[in-house]
């Protein structure tokens, strides 16, 4: 069973920054895509940023050059760097992994659907 547990989340002033955790457990599928979504009251849950295994990386055009996905191995830990935040981006913050999916699944429409693997989620509030 594959457990996803996020952290980092908190409240920052606009233009600052935040650095998402992911721990995953006991994943061992050769072939995967671990992403970051985000769902803001009243709004659908959205694609962030994917990582697969490959190394391939996607971003939703609303946070690219802002947010940095990256996945360190070794911890089995993955990451979002948050930067020059906005209020706009006041969500609660969830990872998800699936097998043998490439990383444009996370930004593709409706793509959490393809995700099975998901965090409770670590919530994130930017003030202006």
């Known amino acids: 069973q594959v457990h996803l547990a996020e952290s980092g989340g908190g409240s920052v002033q606009a233009g600052g920054s935040l650095r998402l955790s992911c721990t995953i457990s006991?994943?061992?599928?050769?072939?995967?895509?671990m992403g970051w979504f985000r769902q803001a009251p009243g709004k659908e849950r959205e694609g962030v940023a994917g990582?697969?295994?490959?190394?391939?990386?996607v971003y939703a055009d609303s946070v690219k050059g802002r947010f940095t996905i990256s996945l360190d191995n070794a911890k089995n830990t993955l990451y979002l760097q948050m930067n020059s935040l906005k209020p706009e981006d006041t969500a609660m913050y969830y990872c998800?992994?699936?097998?043998?999916?490439?990383?444009?699944?996370?930004?593709?429409?409706?793509?959490?659907?393809?995700?099975?693997?998901w965090g409770k989620g670590t919530l994130v509030t930017i003030s202006s």
């Open positions: 998800a992994a699936e097998g043998f999916r490439p990383a444009s699944m996370v930004v593709a429409v409706n793509g959490r659907n393809g995700f099975g693997y």
């Open positions: 006991e994943y061992t599928y050769s072939s995967y895509c």
């Open positions: 990582i697969d295994s490959d190394g391939s990386t």
